[in-house]
């Protein structure tokens, strides 16, 4: 493609990865081709604090941040440090270590409510469990979730007609409108003895679309299924947690969940998520068998415990909201300086940037690979993540190579 982003290392491993890689939607959103071909560089090689380096060597402020799990900055010392320390022992060995009490300790009491955990390697993983742990306590199928909430791989809960998967394995997943808090009562009356779960985040985030938060009735409606049907509310704080409060975005939503679960930015980039329960769900968890090979390894615990020390140290989350809010201050500043009109939806750590009048996306697309070939890295499709890294100079550099890259965008498609 000749005004692709990616240079001549870049264009060669595309070419190698579409003859072995199978390519189209299987990697879905990690695939840099997410967001069009050509428009972000598809191959990164290095990465430290707020940047990222790609296959050709070109540097870029990154507001991608690996999609979430890059919560402290790329590289972070302390966490190097911890992971690298247990990476010098066998990272998989017989039985428990002390590191995964430690770490289970550690979450059970910084979540205040939670009485165990379960740990495991993704985000994926930690919400499907939840919902059968939600499922055996309750001895009941079904699962409510909100519109097109992404909720990880598990085709079960695949917001969309997942391929592949016979239609019955979807019969117990229930889709409700986000924000209607009249939907979720007439649904909580009419399903009251069958419901096991009700499966939420604290903000609406889905792909090309504005980020909407929690309208009062709606949370109060969440609160008030888990009270009614005695369904177990379960928060999915994969993607939020740790960007909307430093112990849950729970606390930020005003509700207490039965269950929590939390990766991403857990291990700051390491494979660690957790489920995290209340006492009357855990022997729901007791009975059900989740386990695998590589969920023991330890390495990737310790860089959990790091990633938690150093963000309250650090004040991280602070660091990334006034960050946040300095980029999106300025790329509204600058949208209005080039006529655009754009809208940055989302907390200031989590801002989803979509121009407005856009219906194909195409001006989106079209800035975002102008962003980037000035090396800034905005996402035109997704919401994108700030870490406690990105501080004033790199938040003004950045600006300096949005205005140009607005300017550079035309104001209407022809
Ligand atoms: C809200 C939410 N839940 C679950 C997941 C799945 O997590 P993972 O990709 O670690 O399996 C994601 C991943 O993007 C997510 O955003």
């Given at each position: 493609m000749a005004d692709a982003v990616d240079g001549?290392?870049?264009?060669?491993?595309?070419?190698?990865?579409?003859?072995?890689?199978?390519?189209?939607?299987?990697?879905?959103?990690?695939?840099?081709?997410?967001?069009?071909?050509?428009?972000?560089?598809?191959?990164?090689?290095?990465?430290?604090?707020?940047?990222?380096?790609?296959?050709?060597?070109?540097?870029?402020?990154?507001?991608?941040?690996?999609?979430?799990?890059?919560?402290?900055?790329?590289?972070?010392?302390?966490?190097?440090?911890?992971?690298?320390?247990?990476?010098?022992?066998?990272?998989?060995?017989?039985?428990?270590?002390?590191?995964m009490v430690e770490l289970a300790e550690r979450l059970v009491e910084r979540h205040s409510g939670q009485d165990w955990a379960v740990l495991a390697k993704t985000g994926s993983e930690v919400v499907t469990l939840a919902c059968r742990v939600a499922r055996k306590a309750t001895g009941r199928s079904l699962i409510v979730a909100f519109n097109q909430a992404y909720h990880g791989s598990d085709a079960e809960l695949s917001p969309w007609p997942p391929p592949g998967v016979p239609s019955t394995r979807l019969d117990d997943i229930v889709r409700l409108p986000w924000n209607d808090a009249p939907a979720l009562e007439e649904f909580c009356r009419d399903h009251s003895g069958e419901i096991a779960g009700v499966l939420f985040n604290a903000l609406d985030q889905n792909s090309f679309q504005p980020t909407?938060?929690?309208?009062?009735?709606?949370?109060?409606?969440?609160?008030?299924?888990?009270?009614?049907?005695?369904?177990?509310?379960?928060?999915d704080d994969v993607r939020q947690g740790f960007r909307m409060d430093p112990r849950g975005s729970h606390r930020a939503l005003g509700v207490d969940p039965d269950l929590l679960c939390l990766g991403k930015g857990l291990g700051n980039g390491y494979s660690v998520s957790a489920l995290l329960g209340r006492e009357a769900l855990r022997a729901g968890a007791r009975g059900i068998m989740f386990t695998s090979s590589l969920h023991f390894e330890q390495p990737p615990m310790q860089a959990a415990m790091a990633t938690l020390d150093a963000y309250d140290r650090e004040g991280?989350?602070?660091?990334?909201?006034?960050?946040?809010?300095?980029?999106?201050?300025?790329?509204?500043?600058?949208?209005?300086?080039?006529?655009?009109?754009?809208?940055?939806?989302?907390?200031?750590?989590?801002?989803?940037?979509?121009?407005?009048?856009?219906?194909?996306?195409?001006r989106?697309?079209?800035?975002?690979?102008?962003?980037?070939?000035?090396?800034?890295?905005?996402?035109?499709?997704?919401?994108?993540?700030?870490?406690?890294?990105?501080?004033?100079?790199?938040?003004?550099?950045?600006?300096?190579?949005?205005?140009a890259a607005l300017a550079a965008t035309p104001l209407r498609q022809d």
């Open positions: 001549p290392e870049g264009l060669a491993l595309w070419a190698r990865a579409e003859r072995v890689l199978p390519g189209g939607g299987v990697y879905l959103s990690r695939s840099g081709r997410f967001a069009g071909e050509g428009v972000l560089p598809g191959f990164v090689c290095d990465a430290m604090g707020c940047r990222v380096v790609d296959a050709d060597g070109r540097k870029y402020i990154d507001f991608i941040c690996a999609n979430g799990p890059n919560l402290l900055g790329y590289g972070h010392p302390a966490v190097q440090e911890a992971f690298l320390k247990q990476a010098q022992k066998p990272a998989s060995m017989n039985f428990f270590s002390p590191g909407r938060f929690a309208e009062p009735a709606f949370v109060r409606a969440i609160i008030d299924a888990g009270q009614k049907t005695g369904a177990a509310l379960i928060l991280a989350f602070d660091a990334m909201n006034r960050a946040g809010l300095r980029l999106r201050e300025g790329l509204l500043a600058a949208a209005s300086a080039t006529g655009h009109v754009i809208q940055s939806s989302g907390p200031p750590s989590m801002p989803t940037v979509l121009f407005e009048d856009d219906p194909d996306h195409s989106g697309i079209r800035f975002s690979r102008e962003a980037a070939r000035r090396g800034v890295l905005i996402h035109p499709g997704l919401n994108g993540f700030l870490c406690a890294a990105h501080d004033d100079e790199s938040i003004d550099e950045a600006l300096v190579a949005v205005e």
